[in-house]
């Protein structure tokens, strides 16, 4: 299995996602759940793992792919495994991966999944559960998505498999709970050169937020390129084994049965709140882009992000959109500055064509002092129905991004009111970042009832409880907190925004600690039900 494209620099996977304790179930009566999963069938797996594991009475599920030579070889030792406790899954006949997609090229003709159909992966899937069952006896297990892929064209292929599995195991990294967990694609960590500091940092995180952790391996001291050495392996099979009374390790399908049975539970109310696809502003990345466009996108992907409000900064437009296109990340808005739109708003309507965006926000008007005055919001009420209407002839839609300052107060109202209504609503429309909203003394959900439909997108974002507030627009990073933990009511602006029909919501996180923030807050919208 070849993840390579899909792992992220390791600084940038140390965060867990967390979530609060009072929202999650004891995991069979233990803080968290902690799976050890091993990809492939390969020689290692009998030979480093399964004594390891045994050594300290630790469970792991193993993941075949029936045609390995190693199945052949050494069926015994697997039956034993299987005798052991351990869990023989399901990693498909012959490991199709989908060969059309970049970084692919040891995909062969005869195993390119983009070359299948449906019916010829299912019945793939359920020769080598067949085997499985001849070795082991058991009926029951999981699966887990060969290379990560899901999808033959249009089609999710393991729709049809449902019922033959107790869940499947995906590639993108995360921490759940039972209740968020999506037994088609459970989320996992997986592992290659990471430090035994990294993973145990991960299952201490599991254990604070009460969560399902699930590490990925492929070899263990060797045996694959894809690899963990023998020591890291070790030092996290000691962590767990002293933490036993806090976490609970036990094979993926005991897991999977566990997460089916509370999702089911009486009363359990499992439509999510947000539903919207999951997006990023590009600033949120602002250290590491310069550093490493494709590598950061690869994270961004990882996190389940399908859409960025961004332009790529100064790579060109038309390369930023290839490595996009290629990690399956849209780009419905990009981002302009007051006078390049003033001065030249066709070079931006040619950026957005070339990246496909179909808004453009303008995030900051220009003022002296800290003071947004009248004098500068009529300028601006005037610059944007003059661009908004240019933007309009291209199919684009202008978006003025609200920063806080504009609550200076005017004529019973605020300056934003004027810019609400000085503005065309067919050329002008407008960006509601929740934070800075807040933090400059507005009420989100008021104004989302009080303008509606003009209001077309949305930064998510938090602030800390207590910081000092004024209009200026401006303020620490320290202040930058993850969705949930701040002073915002997120479950009440997201449903309001709903309501108006805000379509895309662009996470940003403004504070130093991005790599820890991002997933929490990716956590919380996960958890919260409608």
């Not at 929202?23 to 030979?47: E, F, Q, R």
């Not at 249009?154 to 999506?182: E, H, I, K, P, W």
């Not at 008007?365 to 005037?382: C, M, R, S, Y």
Request: with cysteine.
């Amino acid at each position: 299995m070849n993840l390579k494209m899909l792992l992220a620099p390791a600084t940038l996977l140390f965060a867990a996602l967390s979530v609060r304790a009072q929202n999650t179930p004891n995991w069979n009566n233990k803080s968290c759940a902690v799976v050890l999963t091993y990809d492939d069938a390969i020689d290692v797996d009998l030979d480093n793992v399964v004594p390891a594991l045994d050594s300290f009475h630790l469970k792991g599920t193993f993941y075949l792919i029936g045609s390995s030579p190693a199945i052949d070889r050494r069926l015994n030792e697997w039956r034993h495994a299987a005798a052991e406790g351990h869990e023989l899954g399901n990693h498909a006949l012959f490991h199709p991966c989908d060969g059309s997609m970049p970084g692919r090229s040891f995909v062969t003709p005869d195993n390119d999944l983009s070359k299948y159909t449906v019916s010829r992966a299912e019945k793939e899937i359920r020769v080598n559960n067949t085997l499985l069952k001849a070795i082991d006896g058991k009926q029951l297990r999981t699966f887990a998505y060969p290379c990560g892929d899901r999808k033959i064209g249009d089609s999710m292929f393991y729709n049809g498999l449902r019922n033959d599995f107790a869940g499947a195991r995906g590639v993108n990294g995360g921490l759940q709970t039972a209740v968020q967990v999506d037994l088609d694609n459970i989320e996992c960590y997986a592992i290659n050169g990471q430090s035994a500091d990294y993973m145990i940092d991960l299952v201490n995180k599991a254990i604070q937020s009460h969560t399902l952790l699930v590490f990925l391996f492929h070899g263990v001291g060797g045996g694959h390129n894809l690899n963990v050495s023998l020591d890291a392996h070790s030092r996290l099979l000691h962590f767990l084994k002293q933490h036993e009374r806090e976490i609970w390790n036990a094979p993926m399908v005991d897991i999977a049965e566990y997460i089916r049975k509370v999702q089911q539970g009486p009363g359990q109310n499992n439509k999510a709140l947000y539903e919207a696809p999951l997006g990023v502003e590009a600033y949120t990345y602002r250290k590491s882009f310069p550093i490493d466009v494709a590598r950061t996108l690869d994270t961004i992907k990882m996190m389940g992000f399908t859409e960025m409000e961004g332009g790529g900064g100064r790579m060109a437009p038309e390369e930023f959109r290839r490595l996009c296109d290629q990690r399956g990340i849209g780009i419905p808005a990009i981002g302009a500055g007051y006078d390049e739109l003033v001065r030249s708003p066709d070079s931006i309507v040619d950026k957005a064509r070339i990246l496909g965006a179909k808004y453009v926000m303008c995030a900051w008007i220009p003022h002296a002092n800290g003071v947004l005055t009248f004098e500068n919001a009529k300028q601006a009420a005037e610059d944007f129905n003059r661009i908004g209407k240019i933007l309009k002839e291209h199919g684009l839609t202008f978006c003025y991004h609200a920063h806080g300052y504009e609550f200076q107060p005017y004529e019973g109202g605020t300056l934003l009111d004027f810019l609400f209504q000085h503005t065309d609503p067919q050329y002008v429309s407008f960006e509601m970042d929740i934070m800075w909203i807040w933090f400059g003394g507005g009420d989100p959900v008021g104004l989302l009832k009080k303008y509606g439909d003009r209001w077309k997108l949305m930064h998510l974002k938090d602030l800390r409880k207590g910081a000092p507030k004024n209009k200026t627009g401006l303020t620490g990073p320290e202040n930058d907190v993850p969705l949930g933990m701040g002073e915002l009511d997120i479950p009440a602006i997201l449903k309001e925004a709903r309501k108006v029909g805000i379509r895309h919501y662009f996470i940003e996180d403004e504070s130093d600690h991005v790599n820890e923030q991002v997933p929490q807050s990716i956590a919380y919208l996960k958890g919260l039900k409608a």
